[in-house]
């Protein structure tokens, strides 16, 4: 019987009789505030518990051997496709002039629609130019002659005809695709160096009159992972009566993206600074749009992780804890306020 009346004594809740227990419209306007609001704080904190949150740790850059992928889609409003090239170049010595493998491109007109890529354009172009071309051709002989006199072949002809017909028409180009280089600094440019340089003074004129006005709409180093802002997406950078050749530096961070699944994405992160050149008259180089890029030595690890259930169990403890004895507190001083108000007022009806 002492051990029972001792186990009894250190009961935390005890219990009051039915008829001692008084209910309140107040106490039951708090009690269904007090559900709500740990309705509400579970919801969250459940929610909060399947989550994940990244967690960031750098090592030394291990890799050898792999290449690295860029991927780029580029508009340019002011040149046709037929006067861009994308070269590479990278520091063991590599050098790719005019790269078309996983690279595209695609006709604009002025008003920046597809009207073509730039390998079907050739043969439309050409059937056009037949039928089209038949009742002009007395007007072009001056102009033939005077380009044979230059030393310039049939096929060069033809090309400064339609490029000059094409920036006449406003056209346009978007320049598209991957580029797997060297896992090494360097790096790639998009501009007319493609052309022979007297081609090029045929088209425009002179350096000063090339416009290499771009919008970047994706430039990334690998796939995109969560949370992921490649910093150059959506750089528009259009010239009005002026040229001049784009340069951009950027530093590549390797990167590895751990899922909750355990799954691992490889990929690159980068920073990037911007510097632009005037041209003038007596430059002897051509506009362009550079990409200079460098890699860091350190590779970053973002790995998913989700909270311990014991967490979420201490944290859920607390927070409904804390709601009921606030709403607790709150019923007592309610009952206490609603009685000292209602006391005066029945002593003065006895009065």
Request: with cysteine.
């Amino acid at each position: 019987m002492g051990v029972k009346q001792a186990i009894k004594s250190l009961d935390a809740f005890p219990r009051a009789e039915d008829h001692l227990l008084q209910k309140t419209q107040s106490g039951a306007l708090v009690s269904i505030v007090g559900l709500v609001i740990m309705a509400t704080l579970f919801f969250h904190e459940l929610t909060y518990y399947l989550s994940t949150y990244t967690v960031h740790q750098m090592s030394v850059d291990l890799k050898r051997g792999e290449t690295l992928p860029i991927h780029i889609n580029m508009t340019f409003p002011s040149l046709p496709c037929d006067v861009l090239s994308v070269d590479a170049i990278d520091m063991s010595g590599k050098h790719e002039v005019d790269l078309d493998t996983n690279i595209w491109k695609l006709r604009l007109n002025s008003h920046g629609h597809i009207i073509g890529t730039e390998y079907l354009s050739d043969l439309v172009e050409k059937e056009h130019s037949a039928h089209k071309h038949d009742d002009e051709k007395e007007h072009h002989d001056d102009a033939d002659k005077k380009l044979h006199a230059l030393g310039f072949d049939q096929e060069a002809e033809n090309m400064i005809k339609k490029v000059k017909q094409a920036l006449a028409n406003g056209e346009g180009c978007r320049v598209y695709g991957v580029l797997d280089v060297q896992r090494v600094a360097g790096n790639f440019h998009i501009s007319v160096h493609g052309l022979n340089i007297y081609v090029a003074q045929m088209i425009f004129g002179g350096s000063t009159h090339v416009n290499v006005s771009h919008i970047i709409h994706d430039l990334s180093f690998g796939p995109k992972y969560p949370g992921l802002h490649n910093p150059l997406d959506g750089t528009v950078r259009i010239l009005h009566d002026a040229s001049g050749t784009f340069k951009y530096y950027i530093k590549i961070v390797p990167t590895e993206y751990r899922y909750i699944s355990k799954e691992v994405l490889p990929t690159n992160q980068f920073s990037v600074s911007e510097y632009f050149s005037p041209m003038n008259e007596f430059d002897r180089t051509w506009p362009a749009v550079y990409f200079l890029y460098d890699l860091s030595p350190i590779t970053v690890t973002i790995k998913e992780e989700r909270r311990s259930f014991l967490h979420f169990i201490t944290r859920l403890c607390a927070v409904l804890g804390g709601t009921f004895a606030l709403t607790g507190m709150l019923d007592r001083w309610m009952y206490r306020l609603l009685e000292g108000l209602t006391k005066p007022r029945a002593r003065g009806v006895y009065r």
